[in-house]
């Protein structure tokens, strides 16, 4: 439990560097842009502290997925970004990864 809740914080630095990336406007903006530096580093940081202790594979699923669900709601919640059938496929296959990553199963021993 503690591994998803360090994951979920973790993402959710993600979410707010990639949205303040957008506001950085390629730099330009300094305090956006010290603002991506400050929660990838929390973020980044997060990641690695909970891959030491589980699959680095599982994680970085869950981080990109759970991370690239978000921050495409956010664009188009922000940014007025498109909402495709095509797009919200995709956000469906990538949600549905994710449980399916997170449902226990018993694993046989080979």
């Known amino acids: 439990m503690?591994?998803?809740l360090l994951l979920g914080i973790s993402i959710l630095f993600e979410v707010a560097g990639a949205t303040a990336m957008k506001y950085s406007e390629g730099f330009t903006n300094v305090m956006a842009s010290l603002v991506?530096?400050?929660?990838y580093t929390l973020a980044v940081s997060?990641?690695?502290f909970i891959t030491k202790n589980n699959e680095i594979g599982m994680i970085n699923a869950l981080w990109s997925?759970?991370?690239t669900l978000l921050v495409t709601l956010l664009g188009v919640?922000?940014?007025g970004e498109s909402v495709t059938m095509s797009k919200l496929l995709g956000l469906t296959l990538i949600l549905v990864g994710m449980v399916g990553l997170t449902v226990p199963v018993k694993?046989?021993?080979v």
């Open 2 to 4: 503690k591994t998803y």
């Open 36 to 39: 991506v530096i400050f929660c």
């Open 46 to 48: 997060f990641y690695i």
């Open 65 to 67: 997925g759970g991370g």
């Open 77 to 79: 919640g922000l940014f």
């Open 107 to 109: 694993e046989r021993s």
